[in-house]
Nanobody, 117 residues
Framework: QVQLVESGGGLVQPGGSLRLSCTAS?????MGWYRQAPGYERELVAV???????NYADSVKGRCTISKDNAKNTVYLSMNTLKPEDTAVYYC??????????????WGQGTQVTVSS
């Protein structure tokens, strides 16, 4: 069973920066970040794909960077030039693929990011 522990959310002023961290216990295939704002569906922010590429949401390209430390089973999300519309609960995601290409999704508990003056 995979468990994900997130940290790094908080309140930041517009234009500020935050760095989120997520550490996984257990064997995982890929990790990434999603977010959900009130009244909206959960959406992708940045993820590592199974092929090793990175996908970013258009809304965060150039402002966010996803990185990982494989030795620590940890993924990071560095966010710069934050905007009020970045306010959301950010969720860490991990996928575990089987040999047939199917996967199970695992989610962290979520960390609140609030961008406000």
């Amino acid at each position: 069973q995979v468990q994900l522990v997130e940290s790094g959310g908080g309140l930041v002023q517009p234009g500020g920066s935050l760095r989120l961290s997520c550490t996984a216990s257990g064997s995982i295939s890929t990790m990434g970040w999603y977010r959900q704002a009130p009244g909206y569906e959960r959406e992708l922010v940045a993820v590592f794909t199974r092929s090793g590429n990175i996908n970013y949401a258009d809304s965060v390209k150039g402002r966010c960077t996803i990185s990982k430390d494989n030795a620590k089973n940890t993924v990071y999300l560095s966010m710069n030039t934050l905007k009020p519309e970045d306010t959301a609960v950010y969720y860490c995601n991990a996928r575990v693929y089987n040999r047939y290409g199917n996967y199970n999704n695992y989610w962290g508990q979520g960390t609140q990011v609030t961008v406000s003056s």
